[in-house]
């Protein structure tokens, strides 16, 4: 721990004075110029990041060991200056000194002109995929912005809730309701990328109604701004450009859709909505990035077909949709997720089909983790209704010992990601079965149970604490 009554300097020439070192060898020793260690010292002339981190380097310290002092030192003791502050800032995020950085982001806020400045800052740090340390300034910005209905402020939000989503549903509503009010005022480009994070964020929260509206809104903007792209009578006023082609997110609207209505149950609806993105015959762009996406979509339409087919109780397809999934790795758990809910509905067997992807099912229940484009909070929450599902399967066809490791597989998961619904569900079937368990399945399950009621405990006191 640094005394804090020292400065860097005072460290400098106490280490100076204990291995008895001149100024021009520590100089010679760290790689710097005599004379700008010399001013450094007698208070003449600040330090730079870089050579802070070379005279570290010659100390035999830990990298970062002297950013708290360098902190307070550039921003209370003297003019912050951004040539110094911005190389400092993004060092603290490559050395995950992030206290360090909430520190100094909060010192600086005081100046709003440094606003914009920072806002760039985060952008590098988010698209580096440093996102805890985007993540502390985009919030610092964002507070600082709080009564603007400026652009900037709907950016910072649109990256905090990027940025904030994990496997807790729980958190990941709180952030779906703190960033929905802002999404109309981001640039129209950006709001179809927005849009689309929303929808299924929304899906996985099972918010169909909510997932359902922004999806139509992305549809919607997403074909002014292609009508407007290509009005050849009058040219269009220049947008910025999502991320990916304006159709794809008109068929992405119409895929997200029919996913919606599929998990509502209704085949007929989502047949209807995998017949839009299906005809293509609308698009014009025929160069190669739009040719990929134009075959993705008929891969997916015709995935789907199969698997909404399936779902009406139409059994004949089954063997010809698990041919078509076992060649796309990406798509198998999802896949298996729909076909273990369609063989309780309507009760056929699925036994050599199960067998078949056994060690993905468990190599996926031990490791985690996203599936294709499936980022890691939406598949765990499917998973573990996937599980759920396999459990009471194996359960009816009286394979207890099976089916109990699934229900207490997804029960676990459940706990983990705060799936309350489906602990409900995990723990009812258990109860109903109790009589049948294992002495060591009733272990692990009294076990995960006394973690949901000390998590719930925890949470009520913490709230009464706090009332």
């Known amino acids: ?44 002339q600040p330090l730079s990041v870089s050579n802070l981190d070379l005279i570290t380097e010659a100390m035999n310290l830990e990298e970062g060991y002297f950013y708290s002092l360098y902190a307070n030192e550039c921003i209370i003791q003297s003019s912050p200056n951004w040539r110094r502050l911005g190389p400092f ?57 709080k009564h603007q209905h400026a652009e900037r402020l709907a950016l910072c939000q649109y990256r905090i809730f990027t940025c904030s989503l994990n496997s807790n549903q729980e958190n990941n509503l709180n952030c779906t309701i703190q960033f929905e009010t802002y999404v109309k005022r981001l640039p129209e480009g950006v709001q179809l990328d927005a849009l689309k994070d ?54 992405y609207s ?26 293509q015959s609308w698009i014009i762009e025929s160069d190669e990035t739009a040719e990929r996406t134009k075959e993705q979509f008929q891969e997916w339409a015709r995935g789907n077909r199969y698997l909404y087919e399936l779902m009406k109780g139409n059994i004949e397809v089954l063997e010809p949709y698990i041919e078509y999934i076992s060649s796309r790795e990406n798509e198998v758990l999802r896949a298996l997720f729909k076909v273990i809910q369609a063989a309780n509905m309507y009760h056929f067997e699925i036994e050599k089909i199960l067998e078949r992807f056994e060690s993905l099912i468990t190599d996926h229940l031990q490791r985690g983790g996203s599936i294709g484009s499936y980022s890691e909070h939406i598949i765990d929450d499917r998973f573990a209704n996937f599980l759920t599902d396999l459990g009471m399967y194996y359960i009816r066809k009286e394979n207890i010992q099976k089916g109990s490791k699934y229900i207490l597989g997804s029960l676990d998961l459940s706990y983990k990601i705060n799936n309350v619904t489906n602990i409900v569900r995990c723990c009812s079937t258990i109860e109903h079965i109790r009589h049948k368990l294992s002495h060591s399945d009733l272990q692990n399950y009294a076990a995960i149970m006394k973690e949901v009621y000390y998590r719930n405990e925890k949470k009520v006191n913490g709230t009464i604490t706090h009332s």
């Open 254 to 279: 119409d895929l997200l859709l029919g996913s919606i209505a599929a998990d509502n149950d209704d085949y007929d609806q989502a047949l209807y909505y995998l017949s839009c993105y299906e005809d």
């Open 198 to 251: 929303l929808a299924n964020t929304l899906v996985s929260l099972r918010q169909w109604n909510k997932a359902k509206y922004h999806t139509q809104e992305m549809g919607r903007i997403s074909r002014v701004l292609y009508a407007q792209k290509h009005n050849q009578t009058r040219p269009s006023r220049k947008h910025t450009q999502p991320a990916k082609p304006l159709f794809g997110y008109i068929l």
């Open 89 to 145: 800032i993004m060092r603290c995020a490559e050395l995950d000194k992030l206290k360090c950085l909430d520190h100094v982001i909060g010192m600086m806020m005081d100046n709003l002109t440094y606003s914009s400045l920072l806002f760039d800052s985060a952008e590098a740090l988010y698209h580096k995929g440093n996102l805890e340390a985007a993540l502390i300034i985009y919030t610092k910005v964002a507070e600082s912005e």
């Open 1 to 44: 721990m640094i005394p804090t009554d020292t400065t860097i300097s005072t460290e400098l020439l106490r280490y100076l004075k204990k291995e008895n070192l001149s100024i021009s060898s520590f100089a010679n020793k760290s790689r710097i110029n005599s004379g700008t260690l010399s001013r450094f010292i007698k208070g003449q």
